[in-house]
């Protein structure tokens, strides 16, 4: 036995790729790939061909997703990483924990309460550890701002102010692909927001117990363009000549592994990367509002934008001594197909955290900047991940099931709350509350 640690891998879109770049490329003398599962054999003949140019190594054995279990008895993998759909995440965690594999999952960790309720009984029947992939939380900036609260500089936190802007290529691509049907990732509240509400949570040390929401589709989709008197008639960008000028359209053949991942995988997935965002069917929203209690007694105005001329974000927490501020503006992050994102002139395009006392001047605190994706949160935490001896953690960033769930019910509760036009009692869906103290860190 070599003494890896044995991965398997399922779901090979484009986000597998950074985990597989971290086994077979950074930590190959202490982790192992052992497997890749998909429904897309084309996918998963892109990422061999690349480990094998890369790492020159043999092979990887590829599994169809309908021989999931036959994988885990053939490869033994320590852990199972979950890099599908959404909405298939508690499928494949509880079924490689039930196999006796603990279990690693890109966020969110599930869409609703059933499966949430599916993972949790896996978890209690089994014992298997699951780790939520929040990589927000490494990020140098974010982390700052976690050590500011830390450090005591707000006092008791009172009140958090949160806006997310997604700009018109970031917030558009969540409206050609699968994320467009609430039935595949819950809607932006819970796909993207459970960032931003991990990122709360995290920073106060607090979870939320009632939400409120609104939310409408006010920009994308077929009726609205209709409605400011645009049409666009074409189900599709790539290949269709009258979307060439569309500020919106994405050519699949522009990047090789966008070509390989999804146009060449079509005939076998029947799935369009490239759908046009003022189509149909679009069933999520792209303009959201929330208000969440905290367990502490917090309060939180939530906004969430998908069609904005920047992206960014504007955050404030007010407490008993004072107030701090981050304002950030991404740089615009296009996908170069193998996963990475064009960060060559760096992730922010401005950053700037500042704090006010509640009897003083205010003073701006300088901004860590990181290397690599997310703001360079994406190094800092595959080193947690796969490092055998990483370096201690003081933030406490690494994020159980239980911090999964806290983030995923107030994207749930919102989507109910919308439904339902009514103020949503997070413990009246899940236990949430009984499981204070027993989270990660």
């Given at each position: 036995m070599s003494g890896k640690k044995r991965y398997a891998l399922v779901g090979t879109g484009s986000r597998a790729g950074m985990y597989v770049r971290a086994i077979t490329e950074t930590y190959p003398d202490v982790a192992e790939l052992v497997a890749l599962c998909d429904f897309s054999q084309t996918r998963m003949n892109w990422y061999v061909d690349r480990i094998i140019k890369a790492t020159g190594v043999d092979t990887v054995p590829t599994y169809p997703a309908e021989r999931f279990?036959?994988?885990?008895?053939?490869?033994?993998?320590?852990?199972?990483?979950?890099?599908?759909?959404?909405?298939?995440?508690?499928?494949?965690?509880?079924?490689?924990?039930?196999?006796?594999?603990?279990?690693?999952?890109?966020?969110?960790?599930?869409?609703?309460?059933?499966?949430?309720?599916?993972?949790?009984?896996?978890?209690?029947?089994?014992?298997?550890?699951?780790?939520?992939?929040?990589?927000?939380?490494?990020?140098?900036?974010?982390?700052?701002?976690?050590?500011?609260?830390?450090?005591?500089?707000?006092?008791?936190?009172?009140?958090?102010?949160?806006?997310?802007?997604?700009?018109?290529?970031?917030?558009?691509?969540?409206?050609r692909r699968w994320h467009r049907e609430k039935k595949n990732s819950g809607g932006l509240l819970v796909h993207k927001a459970t960032h931003h509400f991990d990122l709360v949570n995290w920073w106060i040390d607090s979870f939320p117990v009632s939400v409120s929401a609104m939310g409408r589709l006010n920009f994308y989709g077929k009726a609205n363009a209709e409605a400011r008197g645009e049409h666009y008639p074409y189900e599709r960008y790539t290949g269709v000549p009258e979307a060439e000028d569309d500020p919106f359209a994405l050519q699949l053949t522009s990047k090789d592994a966008l070509k390989s991942l999804y146009l060449d995988a079509e005939a076998e997935t029947g799935y369009l990367r490239d759908r046009n965002v003022f189509?149909?069917?679009?069933?999520?929203?792209?303009?959201?509002?929330?208000?969440?209690?905290?367990?502490?007694?917090?309060?939180?105005?939530?906004?969430?934008?998908?069609?904005?001329?920047?992206?960014?974000?504007?955050?404030?927490?007010?407490?008993?001594?004072?107030?701090?501020?981050?304002?950030?503006?991404?740089?615009?992050?296009?996908?170069l197909g193998d996963?990475?994102?064009?960060?060559?002139?760096?992730?922010?395009?401005?950053?700037?955290?500042?704090?006010?006392?509640?009897?003083?001047?205010?003073?701006?605190?300088?901004?860590?900047?990181?290397?690599?994706?997310?703001?360079?949160?994406?190094?800092?935490?595959?080193?947690?991940?796969?490092?055998?001896?990483?370096?201690?953690?003081?933030?406490?960033?690494?994020?159980?099931?239980?911090?999964?769930?806290?983030?995923?019910?107030?994207?749930?509760?919102?989507?109910?709350?919308?439904?339902?036009?009514?103020?949503?009692?997070?413990?009246?869906?899940?236990?949430?509350?009984?499981?204070?103290?027993h989270r990660a860190g």
């Open positions: 279990e036959q994988m885990i008895a053939d490869t033994r993998p320590d852990s199972v990483i979950v890099a599908t759909i959404d909405a298939a995440h508690h499928n494949y965690i509880a079924r490689a924990m039930v196999l006796g594999c603990d279990v690693i999952t890109e966020k969110p960790m599930t869409t609703d309460l059933e499966k949430l309720n599916t993972i949790f009984d896996a978890i209690d029947a089994t014992g298997r550890s699951l780790t939520v992939t929040f990589n927000y939380r490494y990020a140098p900036a974010y982390t700052r701002f976690r050590q500011l609260v830390i450090d005591g500089l707000v006092g008791r936190p009172l009140m958090v102010d949160f806006s997310w802007l997604l700009d018109t290529s970031h917030g558009a691509d969540y409206f189509g149909e069917p679009i069933d999520i929203e792209d303009s959201m509002t929330v208000s969440v209690q905290y367990d502490s007694g917090v309060l939180m105005s939530y906004c969430l934008v998908a069609y904005s001329p920047w992206e960014g974000l504007r955050v404030a927490i007010t407490g008993t001594k004072g107030r701090i501020e981050m304002d950030i503006e991404e740089t615009v992050l296009h996908l996963g990475a994102a064009d960060a060559s002139k760096g992730p922010f395009k401005k950053a700037a955290i500042r704090v006010y006392p509640m009897f003083g001047d205010g003073y701006e605190v300088p901004v860590p900047i990181g290397e690599g994706g997310h703001g360079g949160a994406d190094p800092v935490m595959l080193e947690q991940i796969f490092s055998p001896q990483p370096p201690p953690d003081p933030y406490h960033r690494a994020a159980s099931h239980i911090d999964g769930a806290a983030s995923v019910l107030v994207g749930i509760a919102s989507n109910l709350s919308m439904r339902d036009e009514k103020v949503v009692h997070i413990d009246d869906l899940f236990p949430l509350s009984s499981m204070i103290g």
